[in-house]
């Protein structure tokens, strides 16, 4: 079928009752193109406070339901063909009208879905499409609302290649030959028995065709009928994460008088086993997967889904480090998937947060009984092609897990997934004491009521189950290594290929005795204990990875990774961050896409940083009692620039995987000191603050093995732009990221200069976020006014069209700052591609 954007010319609103609207309230609808996230323009509310029932669980916005527009020309000769709209997602609940028909629905917000529109339409004239989406009270974090990913419109003729019709399976793969089945789903809507040719051409990355094949297939009236072809391909290119080599599927219909339909797709050649000596392995090879979760907000874009933002996160974590992606807790994007396949990144693509146990008041579990297999078999037919997917996982923290009615509707969700797609493997993200925790409330002694009331009473304010894991993660660790959870869990863990654990590491060397079969994957652990963690993977061959919560930083769960301390007032750490908190505060790597201190740690403990990594506590906070949580990471700075605090004490942080480093203030040795796998990779070092160059030298049996300096910012405020590329394309969801700083005259980051920056933006592109990591601010993501946060900001601009875009920038004691951007077409850079 004819693919064709459908994302150009909608307008959104609040919805309006239509009774008051009658009644003379009205809300006018504005343009908007999406992808687009209706919450995050919406003002976000304090508890308590007007319409405070908004919870930290999603950054306090409010929910609401939110009404799409768009007027579009159907030409007279679409008469008579198949017309389908596309939603690749909308969230969540949502219904969609065409001239004022019901067209149809999907409740779970991360489902593609179709529309089949022909029906509704009317032939040369202008037609409305009329989306309602609605959103309040339904997740454990920050969802965003509205179309928030690409739409499409699908047209073609009574004889066509249904929707994701094309698939690609290598199930034979030498070093000389491999074997590529593609099936061909067909469909006739005519009246009468059709007879096609499948034309079917591979070609490498280079386009050169490698493999062909033509077959004919009979397809009767109303029964789509599915053509396999298997081809082969001579010395094929493996797809790998250090070597992601794609092909390309085209499929070509054609009958006595032409061409009937065409499609494309790509492709990976990889084979994948498991076993519990060599794990997982990847073309023969043994890999550990170096996992971050992530949600799917884009940070300063709210939920809104484009191409490029999804890009950018995967280049950014795999600079970090990371060689594998698990989505959490839904269905990743086409987008997403697309950057992996490029980027030799592996995907942990997961279905659903809740099964029929609700964790929020209004969320899918109420949905979960009708639409479960028809949202499975949209994740599976999204994901089928991408070889950077190898594991499907049926579920995040279901309490179901813990029994035997759970037990069989996950063999349910398992076995549904495999009869789809038998070339990948499942999993279950499961959390042990939640799994229990019906057990442990009926054997709590009278002492711990008080404790179990407190975080009853936070779950219910929308902190989750992280905040009842929190206290502390040993406690956690304890109940998951238990004679109870190893019975209750032994059923959901038996029909898994590999066994999900969340925050469980106690069972990884239990289990290689009680379970010698199993195979084990930390599908959830925390940042801090990465090193114990990590070392625990390459011991065991049943282990196959690690997946810290979280690789990248999110909207909503406020505060669960923020740093706290011990004072009259805070006896305890408390796990929801009170409004205008805004962010987790637990990932590697901020909403913005900075790299904070325990990425570099993490890089560092994964082997693949030599250089040691230099980090500072804020001298304001020195000799205060740390009380954060598990999530939390020390709160670190990397910089030298601390004005104010000259000649006080301080710690600084050191992190390396070498025998020892030194640390030298100003040319002065400040001593030598261990660190290394023995040390937890890392050391500290107290001294006074002093302006000028701190410096860090690791040593490996007495001799350098790298070096890294902090220098202190001086002089006048300098503003810098710089954006991430200088040219960018017109479509396909590109954007343009321009990162603004405060520097010194050297280029040195100034993290204790932050003040507003204004940006305009002129020419061919839109301002579509702005924003700094700041994880408590009131600012909004839609302003052309921000404060920059340890230095930086981040402005995010949508093109649109060929031509250039320039965006300035202005900050009080600084001269203006500029950057121009190419935008060329679309078309111009696949012909220069071809």
């Avoid at 089928?384 to 179901?400: D, K, R």
């Avoid at 066994?499 to 106690?506: D, H, L």
């Avoid at 025998?659 to 203030?665: C, F, I, K, Q």
Wanted: hydrophobic share 35%; glycine share 10%; proline share 6%.
């Amino acid at each position: 079928m004819i693919r064709v954007s459908f994302n150009d010319g909608w307008q959104a609103r609040p919805k309006v009752n239509p009774f008051a609207e009658m009644s003379g309230h009205s809300v006018p609808y504005r343009p908007v193109t999406v992808p687009h996230d209706a919450m995050l323009g919406q003002e976000r509310v304090a508890p308590g406070g007007d319409g405070g029932s908004e919870s930290g669980a999603g950054a306090y916005f409010p929910g609401g339901t939110f009404e799409y527009r768009k007027t579009f020309h159907v030409p007279e000769e679409y008469r008579g063909r198949r017309i389908v709209l596309e939603f690749e997602g909308v969230y969540r609940d949502a219904t969609v009208h065409i001239n004022g028909d019901y067209a149809g629905q999907r409740p779970f917000g991360y489902s593609q879905f179709l529309i089949d529109a022909d029906r509704f339409l009317r032939f040369g004239e202008d037609n409305e499409i009329r989306v309602e989406a609605r959103s309040h009270r339904d997740s454990r974090w920050y969802t965003g609302a509205g179309i928030y990913r690409d739409t499409w419109l699908l047209v073609g003729g009574p004889v066509r290649i249904s929707p994701d019709g094309v698939r690609v399976t290598t199930p034979a793969i030498e070093p000389e030959l491999a074997v590529a089945e593609v099936a061909t789903r067909v469909e006739n809507d005519s009246l009468a028995i059709r007879t096609v040719d499948v034309h079917t051409e591979i070609r490498d990355g280079a386009g050169a065709l490698v493999a062909s094949d033509v077959s004919r297939i009979t397809v009767l009236p109303g029964e789509p009928a599915l053509c396999r072809q298997r081809l082969y391909l001579d010395d094929p290119d493996l797809w790998s994460t250090d070597s992601p080599a794609l092909y390309g599927c085209g499929v070509r219909l054609t009958d006595d008088e032409g061409d009937v339909d065409t499609e494309t797709v790509g492709f990976g050649i990889r084979s994948l086993s498991l076993d519990p000596r060599r794990g997982l392995r990847i073309n023969g090879e043994t890999v550990k997967l170096r996992g971050a979760c992530v949600h799917h907000d884009n940070g300063v874009l709210g939920a809104a889904t484009f191409a490029r933002a999804e890009e950018r996160r995967v280049e950014i974590l795999k600079d970090a480090g990371f060689n594998a992606i698990r989505m959490s807790h839904n269905p990743m994007s086409r987008a997403m998937l697309d950057a992996c396949d490029r980027l030799g990144m592996l995907v942990v693509d997961e279905a659903f947060d809740v099964w029929t146990s609700g964790k929020s008041e209004f969320d899918y579990s109420l949905s979960f009984p009708e639409w479960w297999e028809r949202d499975i078999e949209a994740m599976v037919a999204k994901d089928f092609n991408h070889p950077s997917v190898i594991l499907y996982s049926i579920g995040n923290e279901i309490p179901e897990t813990g029994s035997a009615v759970g037990a069989a509707q996950g063999r349910a969700l398992a076995e549904k997934v495999r009869s789809l797609d038998r070339t990948r493997y499942v999993t279950n993200a499961v959390n042990g004491m939640l799994a229990v925790m019906a057990e442990l409330s009926k054997m709590r002694q009278p002492a711990e009521e008080s404790t179990e009331e407190t975080a009853g009473q936070q779950a219910d304010e929308g902190a989750g189950i992280n905040t009842l894991m929190a206290d502390p993660g040993e406690m956690m660790n304890a109940i998951s290594s238990s004679e109870l959870v190893s019975q209750r869990t032994a059923e959901s863990f038996a029909l898994l290929d590999v066994a999900g654990m969340n925050y469980a590491e106690s069972r990884y060397a239990l289990d290689k005795d009680l379970f010698p079969n199993r195979i084990i994957l930390g599908t959830e652990t925390f940042p801090t204990r990465i090193d114990g963690n990590w070392r625990l993977v390459e011991q065991y061959g049943h282990v196959i990875g690690d997946f810290t919560w979280t690789g990248w930083d999110y909207l909503g769960e406020v505060g669960i990774g923020r740093p706290q301390y011990l004072n009259p007032d805070t006896p305890r750490p408390a796990f929801v961050a009170p409004y205008p908190y805004l962010v987790a505060g637990c990932g590697d790597i901020d909403i913005t896409g900075h790299r904070r201190p325990a990425s570099y740690y993490r890089e560092i403990v994964f082997g693949r940083r030599a250089e040691p990594y230099l980090a500072v506590r804020r001298p304001e906070r020195y000799g205060q009692t740390v009380a954060s949580t598990p999530w939390a990471w020390s709160d670190t700075v990397a910089g030298w620039t601390w004005p104010g605090f000259e000649n006080e004490p301080v710690t600084v942080e050191v992190y390396s995987d070498a025998d020892e480093v030194e640390l030298l203030l100003n040319g002065r040795s400040l001593g030598r000191r261990p660190t290394g796998p023995d040390h937890r990779f890392r050391t500290a070092f107290d001294t006074v603050h002093e302006p000028g160059e701190l410096l860090a030298i690791a040593y490996r049996d007495g001799a350098e093995t790298g070096r890294t300096a902090l220098r202190s910012a001086t002089g006048p405020v300098v503003l810098r732009a710089e954006a991430d590329r200088p040219v960018i394309t017109a479509g396909g969801g590109d954007l343009a990221y321009v990162t603004l700083s405060l520097t010194d005259t050297t280029g040195t980051l100034h993290t204790a200069a932050d003040r507003p920056v204004s940006v305009e933006v002129t020419g061919d592109g839109v301002l579509v976020g702005f924003g700094s990591a700041d994880p408590s601010t009131e600012e909004r993501f839609d302003a052309k006014e921000r404060h920059t946060y340890q230095g930086r900001v981040l402005a995010v601009v949508r093109p649109t069209g060929p031509g250039g875009i320039r965006l300035t920038a202005a900050a009080a004691g600084c001269e203006p700052a500029e950057v121009m951007v190419t935008v060329t077409d679309a078309a111009t850079v696949d012909a220069d591609v071809e």
